[in-house]
């Protein structure tokens, strides 16, 4: 299985600024890699596909680049709507797999 | 408007089975792979398994936790996908989302509310 690793776990921010979330696989996943976004007691909702295409509706503060082994997601302007929880997904070979989240949180 | 809705969720003894719904609506239910995806409390994303479509053979895919004890079918006439759970572990307690995988690029893009699954004694 291709194992997935988001770094850092946990994130402090401010509304604001720029921030960087990363993931990492074990073995190429080429450019198949989605991020999502989920706010707790709600369901996931796609932020980028491909690895670096935003979905249609999601804000252009978010991106996403990496090709291979390494992917990030940045937000350029952290948005109060923002604070939520990220995780990377990849979908080149099955199983599935997603990373461990990241967890955003205001300073 | 696209909407997934899962149903069938509850307490269960270990070692006992369940049976979860997902209710699709306002889409071509037909033309999409589907997929089960879950979360234990306060722990993070688990892919269960996927169902392709009816020129694909109904084929599935399962995660490794779940291969041999879950089993994933479709009814494309009622739009809607089942996820059969037997030998339940107190370890399968999760919410369980239903997602649509979005064809030819392979995010999911849909996901239901989810529905509880507690395996408790």
């Known amino acids: 299985d291709i194992q997935m690793t988001q770094s850092p776990s946990t994130l402090s921010a401010f509304v604001g600024d720029r921030v960087t979330i990363t993931c990492r696989a074990s073995q190429s996943v080429s450019t198949s890699l989605a991020w999502y976004q989920q706010k707790p007691g709600k369901a996931p909702k796609v932020l980028i596909y491909k690895a670096s295409n935003l979905e249609s509706g999601v804000p252009s503060r978010f991106s996403g680049s990496g090709s291979g082994t390494e992917f990030t997601l940045a937000i350029s302007s952290l948005q109060p709507d923002d604070f939520a929880t990220y995780y990377c997904q990849q979908y080149t070979t099955y199983p599935v797999t997603f990373g461990g989240g990241t967890s955003v949180e205001i300073k | 408007e696209v909407r997934l809705v899962e149903s069938g969720g509850g307490l269960v003894q270990p070692g006992g089975s369940l049976r979860l719904s997902c209710a699709a609506s306002g889409f071509t239910f037909s033309d999409h792979y589907m997929d089960w995806v879950r979360q234990a409390p306060g722990k993070g994303l688990e892919w269960v398994g996927r169902?392709?479509?009816?020129?694909?053979?109904?084929?599935?895919e399962y995660g490794a936790s779940v291969e041999g004890r879950f089993t994933i079918s479709r009814d494309d006439s009622l739009n809607s996908l089942t996820l059969q759970m037997s030998d339940l572990e107190t370890e399968d307690t999760a919410v369980y989302f239903c997602?649509?995988?979005?064809?030819?690029?392979?995010?999911?893009?849909?996901w239901g509310p989810g529905t509880l699954v507690t395996v408790s004694s």
């Open positions: 169902i392709r479509v009816k020129r694909n053979g109904y084929t599935t």
């Open positions: 997602a649509r995988v979005r064809m030819q690029l392979w995010q999911l893009d849909y």
